[in-house]
C-alpha cells in the first residue's frame, strides 16, 4: 500500500510524504504507483521550475519513500500545491485499497 501524508502548517500545504508500494499491479506496470509518481514529479517541477521555490527533496529508493517540503510564500505556490493535494486525495478516492492518505496539522 502506498501511504500519504500532507503536511500543513497555519492552513498551508508546505510538505507531502508519499511512501510505499501500493501493489495494484507489479513493479513498472502498477498504474497507482505511477499516478502517485506522476504528480510528485510535477509537484518538483512546478516547485523549482515554475514557481522558483527550491525544495527541499528525501528520496530514499530502498524504503520507495520521496519526502517534498517547501516555503509556502505566493499564491501560485498554493495553488500548485493545494491543486497536487487534491489531486492525490482523488486516487485515494477511487483506490482506497491500495493509496492511505491523511493529513497533519503542525
Same mark, same amino acid.
Given at each position: 500500500?502506498?501511504? #500519504?501524508?500532507?503536511?500543513?502548517? +497555519?492552513?498551508?500545504?508546505?510538505?507531502?510524504?508519499?511512501?510505499?508500494?501500493? +501493489?495494484?499491479?507489479?513493479?513498472?506496470?502498477?498504474?497507482?504507483?505511477?499516478?502517485?509518481s506522476?504528480?510528485?514529479?510535477?509537484l518538483?517541477?512546478?516547485?523549482?521550475?515554475? %514557481? +522558483?521555490v527550491?525544495?527541499?527533496?528525501?528520496?530514499?529508493?530502498?524504503?520507495?519513500t520521496?519526502?517534498?517540503s517547501?516555503n509556502?510564500?505566493?499564491e %501560485?505556490?498554493?495553488?500548485?500545491?493545494?491543486?497536487?493535494?487534491l489531486?492525490?486525495?482523488?486516487?485515494?478516492?477511487?483506490?482506497?485499497?491500495?493509496?492511505s #492518505?491523511?493529513?497533519?496539522?503542525?
Open positions: 500500500m502506498t501511504s #500519504i501524508t500532507l503536511y500543513r502548517h +497555519g492552513g498551508h500545504l508546505q510538505r507531502i510524504v508519499a511512501s510505499g508500494h501500493a +501493489g495494484y499491479g507489479t513493479h513498472g506496470t502498477d498504474i497507482v504507483c505511477s499516478a502517485v506522476a504528480l510528485m514529479q510535477c518538483l517541477v512546478g516547485l523549482d521550475d515554475v %514557481a +522558483g527550491s525544495p527541499s527533496v528525501i528520496w530514499n529508493r530502498e524504503k520507495e520521496m519526502d517534498i517547501w509556502p510564500g505566493e %501560485a505556490v498554493g495553488l500548485l500545491t493545494e491543486s497536487i493535494g489531486s492525490l486525495k482523488n486516487i485515494a478516492l477511487t483506490y482506497g485499497e491500495y493509496i #492518505i491523511k493529513e497533519v496539522q503542525q
